[in-house]
């Protein structure tokens, strides 16, 4: 049974970085494309970014494309993102998703979900 657990949220001030983590546990990791998702108070969940199964090709959302990045190891079956020159705009729950073999932006595609973690761009 696959399970994910994010990690490395907080509270950061505008133009600060955050690194969020996802361990993923189960069977087939390097079979599914990682993604992050996020979702403020009050608004839809949204696609942030997605890296293939090898780690070669990724894709980001345009209001954070050239401040995030996101990566894969295979061998610790982990998924980063880095998250650069934050925005109060960033502020939201990042969710950690897999389950899909090719990147999806819709929500409904991935199977397996993290709890989430809480993040705040604040001064």
């Known amino acids: 049974q696959v399970q994910l657990v994010e990690s490395g949220g907080g509270l950061v001030q505008p133009g600060g970085s955050l690194r969020l983590s996802c361990q993923f546990s189960?069977?087939?990791?390097?079979?599914?494309?990682m993604s992050w998702f996020r979702q403020a108070a009050g608004k839809e969940r949204e696609f942030v970014a997605a890296?293939?199964?090898?780690?070669?090709?990724?894709y980001y959302a345009d209001s954070v494309k050239g401040r995030f990045s996101i990566s894969r190891d295979n061998a610790r079956k982990s998924a980063d993102l880095q998250m650069n020159t934050l925005k109060p705009d960033d502020t939201a729950v990042y969710y950690c998703?897999?389950?899909?073999?090719?990147?999806?932006?819709?929500?409904?595609?991935?199977?397996?979900w993290g709890q989430g973690t809480q993040v705040t761009v604040s001064s």
């Open positions: 998703a897999t389950g899909t073999p090719v990147p999806r932006s819709e929500p409904r595609h991935y199977a397996y």
């Open positions: 189960g069977p087939y990791f390097s079979h599914y494309v």
């Open positions: 890296v293939s199964r090898g780690g070669s090709d990724v």
